[in-house]
């Protein structure tokens, strides 16, 4: 055994010098240093494919030949070998491997598989990298990128099925190191994206540990949550990441997020103690914001609209806005409101959220006034990933797009390593 491993290695020697040489001679003749590099490059490919399978025959013989499987209390029979082709990220290899059958119940058992740890056709490193491109890029571009970078061509459906089976579960999130000792922030938001059953909302929150010292600060360690459920649903994916986090030990939490109900009810369902801040640009800026009672007075785009909503903004941001609930209130009851009821609907919106609208104490106590953390996040989170046009994904299955997403927030929340540890497991 030790003369065979000894001829092994000679051989491999042998062909690694006549490529070394090779390479040499070819790279004398480069007509610059970009030639140079682009010979050098395909030599790594070539010997790294090389040099990984023949470590890998030699394993899987050593581990063959020291011990024999057993089954029904007798060694098995060494059959036939089979071979077993890969794609790595060094290339493709081939290895072969003994066969053995039990002459007792006919089973048949291919021992070198469970050291290989082969799943599919595609090594582990190979499926990680596809993964993480995946996860960041439309398939098509991200196989592109892995051609142009290791030469390695996997076809659209073989990386979607690769995605499939990585994302498949949602993690748990374990504690992370850098958890909230004083003050826990959560912004909650929705957003849209095309299913196949059409546009769906994907709820997501960002979580960030707030520096309340120092208002101008960026958020510090943002982590985020999303998926496509409902509400109730999301109170636990969002809770899970909340306790990862550190929420229990956070001496204050302040919840940001819309005027859209659930995410009150999600608040006061998960954090009944937290302080509650309606976003300030959707106050001014949404349907039954300021901006809009303002056309109603005075037109769109004039003067006299934009002084009076300036007055508006003013009045709620020093603290004022019960003042100006009742104007409006008596701008409805002097028949000035629209056929929409545009004036009504806005004063109501004001006495609904009075208590999420007290923007002096919250700059006081160093809270944000906006969710720019969480808008941000539809962007990056699922803007950039499933509402590009890049056929043939312009309708996501379900299944599909949160397998992806998953892998998008391990992602960006610092959990891959733990992503990969669970692919390990289910091989």
């Given amino acids: 055994m030790i003369a065979q491993q000894q001829s092994q290695w000679e051989q491999l020697e042998q062909q690694v010098l006549a490529e070394v040489r090779a390479v040499w001679e070819a790279a004398q003749q480069a007509g610059s240093a970009e030639k140079m590099e682009q010979l050098v490059l395909q030599w790594r490919a070539g010997i790294g494919a090389m040099v ?34 890969v794609v790595t990220l060094l290339g493709t290899i081939t290895v072969r491997r003994r066969c053995y059958r039990c002459l007792r119940c006919g089973a048949s058992l291919l021992p070198a598989d469970e050291w290989l740890r082969w799943k599919g056709s595609f090594s582990h490193h190979l499926q990680e990298a596809l993964a993480w491109q995946c996860s960041l890029l439309p398939y098509r571009e991200a196989l592109a990128g892995l051609k142009k970078l290791a030469g390695v061509e996997v076809s659209v459906l073989g990386a979607e099925r690769i995605v499939a089976r990585w994302g498949k579960r949602e993690l748990v999130p374990a504690p992370y190191t850098e958890r909230v000792d004083k003050e826990l922030v959560v912004q909650i938001d929705g957003t849209i994206a ?23 600060a960026e958020p510090e360690a943002v982590t985020y949550t999303a998926d ?7 109170r636990e994916t969002l809770w899970q990441e909340a306790l990862a986090r550190g929420a229990t030990r956070a001496r204050l939490a302040a919840v940001l997020g819309d005027g ?13 103690r937290a302080v509650q801040i309606l976003d300030w640009y959707h106050l001014t800026e949404s349907a039954s914001g300021g901006w809009t009672a303002g056309k109603v007075m005075h037109g769109d785009g004039t003067p ?34 629209d056929k929409d009821n545009t ?65 998008r927030l391990d992602r960006l929340n610092g959990r891959w390593d733990q992503r990969c540890d669970l692919a390990r497991q289910a091989a």
Wanted: proline residues 5%.
């Fill in 228 to 234: 496509w459920e409902s509400a109730e649903q999301f």
């Fill in 194 to 216: 095309h299913l196949k059953e059409g546009w769906k909302e994907i709820k997501l929150a960002a979580c960030y540990s707030s520096d309340r010292s120092n208002r101008e």
């Fill in 304 to 337: 006299q609209t934009k002084e009076l909503v300036e007055q508006w903004k003013t009045e709620v941001w020093e603290g004022r806005s019960e003042a100006v609930e009742e104007q409006l209130r008596e701008l409805v009851a002097a028949g000035k409101d």
């Fill in 52 to 85: 990984m399978q023949a470590l890998c025959q030699e394993a899987v013989s050593r581990r063959e030949q020291a011990k024999r499987p057993m089954c029904c209390g007798v060694g098995m029979d060494h059959h036939s070998g089979l071979t077993k082709t």
């Fill in 260 to 272: 859209a109900p659930w995410v009150w009810e999600t608040a006061g369902y998960l954090f009944p």
């Fill in 343 to 407: 004036l009504r609907r806005c004063a109501d919106c004001l006495r609904t959220h009075q208590h999420r609208i007290r923007y002096p104490l919250f700059r006081a106590m160093g809270l944000p006034t906006g969710s720019g953390v969480v808008e941000g996040g539809c962007k990056h989170v699922v803007g950039l990933r499933f509402k590009r046009k890049s056929p043939p994904q312009a309708d996501w299955t379900k299944p599909g797009a949160r397998a992806v997403l998953h892998l």
